[in-house]
């Protein structure tokens, strides 16, 4: 079996398992209402993006460069693989963009609600945020492993 495969897919079970769970974990707290339960699924949000997503990411990028060097596959010419790629950028743009900046400020604005045990309108809002730019930054990456299984674009 070619290493840079198992790399690869081991890349995709932890970017993609990862994006999904967390998504779980944060609607779930936030579904609870409660600031507490609250922190903690942010700081684990933002801790799993460290410990899962970023290795995930690394994987998939340093493996799928191996192979496309492997296979004589260009990025220049418009193929699957073209577009894989820049569906994978934009979400990695949508999750350093939209989705990190509304995690820290989730994460402090529900801490400040610790003493009333009431969610301020400000963390609804980035909430709202990281929910809108959180389901297009997972639909991305969906829509990419579907390209890498069916690989049918001219």
Known sequence: MNLWLVLHLIGAVLFIGNILITAFWKVSADRSGNPDVIVLATRSVIRADLVFTLPGISLLLFSGHMMI??????????????????LFLTSGILWLGVLVPAQRQMLRLAQQSFTSGILCDDYRLASRRWNIGGTAATVLPLLV???MVVKQLP
Request: net charge negative; no cysteine; aromatic share 24%.
């Open 69 to 86: 060097e492997e296979r004589g596959y260009s990025l220049w010419e418009w193929s699957w693989l073209t577009a894989a790629y820049l």
């Open 145 to 147: 492993l579907l390209l």
